[in-house]
């Protein structure tokens, strides 16, 4: 029989109202209270913050507060990254930030998502799909990436764009919801 927080992690249907989850949710509402009130010259302090509560963080990683977290375990950055100010990460399933990739303002990553059929939805379940971004990637302000989405390498994201489907490499996209504008 699988834990709650195993199936979860699967991408499954899972109970949000498990011990084990609410209480690794306080640890991550913990993390953001003390993370969320540092200023850019407590790098050394937000650095250790990082990389106590993130699946892990590449180096010299630039990650504005504030910022808001599911978990925090499922988020895995690689080196270089900047993540400006107000960026919201629902990691319930693995949120994965390849190296050099440059995040605006108030962008949100959602692995998180709920069931299609109203009863699971009424019976408090949810689920979430991984969500990976490749290297050298540039996400917009107020961008959204939706769940289970995989963005290539070198791919542009327009600001405000809702990323609903796949981007490939090297593409551009833009609106809501996000098309290719550029190959």
Known sequence: MRSEKEK???GDLYDPGDPEL???RSRAQRFMRIYNQTIV??????AALLKA???SIGERCAIRSPIYIDYGYNIFVGDRVFMNYNCVLL??????????CQIGPGVQIYAADHP?????RTAGLELG?????????????QAIILPGVNIGDHAIIGAGAIVTRDVPGNATVVGRPAKVVRE
């Open 8 to 10: 979860m992690l699967a």
């Open 41 to 46: 010259d407590d790098s050394h302090i937000r």
């Open 22 to 24: 609410c209480a690794d």
């Open 129 to 141: 799909k991984d969500v990976c971004i490749g290297n050298n990637v540039w996400i917009g302000g």
């Open 53 to 55: 509560h993130f699946g």
């Open 91 to 100: 990691d319930v399933c693995a949120i994965r930030i390849g190296s050099d």
């Open 116 to 120: 299609r059929e109203a009863d699971q």
